[in-house]
């Protein structure tokens, strides 16, 4: 490699991954520069959850609401449907590192880290049947099914149990 070859490298080295992080307190005694990246990064998590909202398998933008009260309760209601959703992200991926076990990504590769949407995508098909007013079965459940009720937990298991009676 020729001198402006390797100065090109080391110039690459020395710019990647530098970024700014902005916040009000500018007090380094009661915010270091390690807790606003760690926060930062914590905000990151956050902001990701937001994308489902917007993606078209939420079905937001086909919402229309003129009266501003109702959309302030929409926006507390999808604030707090990013709540369960993050709690059960986390929970699951809890459960699969302290069982180390996986789920099948989008790709069939086996993944400790899935995304709720995955496992909203898993759990896509299924079908309840009811006679009457009464339901009697849960059709198309599939053994990853079973695997992600379990690692949820005994109430999990019982929102998709085949023995009601």
Do not use: W
């Amino acid at each position: 490699m020729d001198n402006k070859g390797s100065r090109d490298v080391i110039r690459s080295k020395r710019s990647a991954g530098k970024f700014i992080v902005a916040t009000n307190e500018l007090d380094s005694e009661k915010l270091s520069d390690e807790e606003a990246l760690t926060a930062y990064k914590e905000q990151q998590y956050a902001e990701r959850g937001f994308r489902f909202l917007k993606d078209p398998f939420f079905f937001a933008n086909s919402m229309f609401l003129k009266n501003e009260g109702r959309i302030v309760a929409m926006v507390m209601v999808m604030g707090l449907a990013l709540v369960v959703y993050s709690l059960a992200e986390k929970k699951l991926r809890e459960a699969l590192e302290s069982e180390n076990e996986t789920i099948p990504d989008q790709k069939k590769k086996p993944t400790k880290k899935p995304t709720m949407r995955r496992v909203f995508q898993v759990f896509e098909g299924i079908t309840l049947l009811y006679v009457g007013s009464k339901m009697v079965k849960v059709l198309n459940l599939r053994p990853i099914h079973g695997k992600i009720r379990a690692l949820l937990g005994s109430e999990y298991e019982k929102m998709y149990c085949t023995c009601y009676g």
